[in-house]
């Protein structure tokens, strides 16, 4: 049975619709024992987005970035946050977009991409879809300094870290950022040779 079929939407109230759009919602849903059950949920809607690792299979770096993010800053991370390059679709294609976002923030022209597979990063309260890219880069393809959009308030800085010291950096907590967390992981698993670091990285 689709899932469809068992949700009866009864309600939609706007509670925000300033920087994206939050809703509550009341729906009864139809549980697995045959009953209806009537529940209320908020939803934040911000779009779906895409996130890419760059990486240097010879010389085992990847490219990371670091900026500041106030929703982490305000629960506990008194620090910057280092992240793989990401950015909303605004409506365009995964790739299309992905490629602008990369240039803007790192200031490399990004080659061919692969993408690996997308989620949904905190599907209980934001409904983003995060489509997951990974691309190869040289040093050479680094067009411009990067840094974003200094308008939209971004002030980033471009990280070049060798593989095996950015799988570290999750087990030290230095890296925190769910997203990069996942590229990083699969990138040990996929891209680079197995290292007992890499095995030591696993858990996070």
Known sequence: MSI???????????????????????????????????????????????TILLYDPKRRTVILTRQFRYPAFVNGHDDLLIEAPAGLLDDAEPEARIRAETEEETGFRVGEVRQIFDAFMSPGSVTERLHFFVGTYQPGDRLSPGGGNAVEGEDITVLEVDIDVALSMINSGTIRDGKTIMLLQYAALNLFSQTSLHREAAPC
């Open 4 to 50: 469809t079929n068992r949700v009866r939407v009864e309600d939609v109230t706007v509670l925000s619709d300033d920087w994206y759009l939050l809703k509550k919602t009341t729906f009864s849903f139809l549980r697995s024992d045959g009953s209806w059950q009537r529940q209320s949920r908020e939803t934040y809607d911000r779009g779906n987005g895409a």
